[in-house]
Each structure stands twice: as structure tokens, then as C-alpha cells.
């Protein structure tokens, strides 16, 4: 990164504005949200490919600087919809990985050798009944549902994101958080997910 404390060099626009003409300035924008992309790609397509498409989408998003929006200050949903796009074409092993997804945080439970057998077990079974439920959603249902649910993004920068109406954002989620509930309903991944379903 090029020097001085990122904060004094002014919001996303105003960097990417200036390294039109600098272009190592452009460093600053990568500090400030590649983790963010990187959280996000890892839980669409998995850790090594997300480790090749972060690079890919800052990548493309240096290529496409000089028509960034500069009245946007925050750069994290034009990141998201690059990635986003980036995730869309590599769907098909998208849909793979998601029934391998660890979506369930790591073991907590404790030492005993049975307790740790039957929570891997339990933990599988409810990864795949997820994972079964995400992949059967349309493809667009499922990029809402998962920059709402995971990234946090509100609904108008969901709509930034992949360059939609906010009204399209709000039927989306209101669809793939009806099928999963259909989907997951009296099995035990209802109660654990039961947070990405909630209502706003």
C-alpha cells in the first residue's frame, strides 16, 4: 500500500477516482475490502477458488475503474456485484462445493470421542440438507439471499450490487426465504439456519 493511513486518503470514490491518473493508488481500495470479497467468494465456491477469484475480481474491478460510479463512496457493493458475476461463471462447480460447503462452524463439543463422532455426523447431515436447499434455488434468488444473509449488504446495495431494482431485491429474498423454509421444514437444519430465514 502505498503510504500514509488510509483514512486520510479519502472514501472509495475519491481513490479510485484518483488512480485513474495514479494507478498504485488503487492498492488502497484492495486493503480496505478484499477480506470482505474473499469472506464471500470462500462461501461461494470454496477456500482455493476463492483465493484465485479475489485477485480476478480486483483485478477486473482495476480494468473497469474509470467508470466507477463516483457518487457511490463506498466501493463494497460494486466488489460484490464483480464477484458476483465472477461466482456466475464458475456455477457449475459452485453447485458442487455447496453440497461440501462448511457452513457450520468447527466442533465445540467436548473431548469425548462419541460426542465428537456423532456431532461430525450431525453436522454433515445438516451442511447437506443446506447445501441441497441453496443449490435449489434459482441463481439470482440465491446471490440476494446470500449477500443479505452472509455479507450484510441492505437491499439497496444488494441492488447495486447486481444491478437491479430494489423491488426485484425484496421478491427475490422474500422467495428463496420461502423455499428454503419449505425446503428445510421439520428437518434439523431449520433451527440451526433459522436466521437466514427471519424476516428483516
Given amino acids: 500500500m502505498i503510504g500514509g493511513d488510509a483514512r486520510a486518503l ?10 485513474v491518473t495514479e494507478p498504485e493508488r488503487f492498492a488502497v481500495v484492495f486493503d480496505r475490502h478484499a477480506s470482505h470479497i ?3 467468494l470462500a462461501r461461494r465456491v470454496g477456500q ?3 483465493d484465485d477469484l479475489v485477485g480476478e475480481t480486483f483485478l477486473t474491478a482495476f480494468r473497469k475503474r474509470s467508470r466507477y460510479d463516483t457518487s457511490h463512496p463506498d466501493a463494497r457493493p460494486w466488489l460484490y456485484g464483480i464477484a458476483t458475476n465472477l461466482v456466475g461463471q464458475h456455477r457449475r462447480e459452485e453447485l458442487r462445493r455447496y453440497r461440501l460447503a462448511q457452513l457450520v462452524g468447527p466442533d465445540r463439543f ?3 470421542h462419541a460426542d465428537r463422532v456423532l456431532a461430525e455426523v450431525t453436522s454433515q447431515s445438516i451442511r447437506a440438507l443446506l447445501g441441497d436447499a441453496l443449490v435449489g434455488l434459482a441463481p439470482g434468488d440465491r446471490d440476494v439471499l446470500l449477500l443479505i444473509a452472509f455479507e450484510e449488504l441492505t437491499y439497496e446495495e444488494v441492488a447495486r450490487a447486481l ?3 430494489v423491488g426485484t431485491v ?3 429474498l422474500h422467495r428463496a426465504r420461502s423455499q428454503l423454509r419449505e425446503a428445510l421444514a421439520e428437518t434439523e437444519a431449520m433451527g440451526t439456519y433459522e436466521e437466514i430465514l427471519s424476516n428483516d
Avoid: K, L, T, W
Avoid at 10 to 19: K, L, M, N, Q
Fill in 170 to 172: 425484496r421478491s427475490r
Fill in 110 to 112: 467436548g473431548a469425548d
Fill in 10 to 19: 479519502g472514501g472509495d470514490a475519491s481513490v479510485i477516482e484518483r488512480s
Fill in 48 to 50: 482455493q477458488a476463492a
Fill in 163 to 165: 444491478d437491479i431494482p
Fill in 38 to 40: 474473499h469472506r464471500y
